[in-house]
Structure formats: C-alpha cells, structure tokens
C-alpha cells in the first residue's frame, strides 16, 4: 500500500465517521468506568488473598 492509497483511505475514513450523541457518549463513559471498578475491585480481590495466604509465611 503506497502513501496515494493510504491518504485515500484515510480521507474515506473520516468522510463515514461521525460525532457521537450525547447518548453514545454517556454510554461509553459508563461501559469504561464500569471496566475500571471491576478491576479494581478484582485486584484488590486477588491482593487480599494473596496477603491472607502470605501472612504466615517468613516467620
């Protein structure tokens, strides 16, 4: 693929997209921050038990 077809591409590329609503983005906003907490609370989950299991450990 030479620059000619990629600018091409491209051009076609942002002639199709489109702003999100406001509904599409406050979807989005709630999906990601949604991910962000069930990580979170996962690896605080994981660090718990890694600490329960560990505590005896070295003594």
């Known amino acids: 693929m030479g620059i000619s077809q990629f600018i091409k591409e491209s051009r076609r590329i942002l002639r ?17 921050l949604l991910a962000m907490v069930a990580v979170g609370m996962l ?17």
Not at 16 to 28: G, Q, V, Y
Not at 44 to 59: A, D, P
């Open 16 to 32: 199709l997209a489109t702003k999100p609503s406001r509904t599409e983005l406050w979807m989005s906003t709630r999906v990601s």
């Open 43 to 59: 690896s605080f989950i994981i660090q718990y038990l890694m600490t329960v299991i560990t505590s005896g450990w070295g003594g």
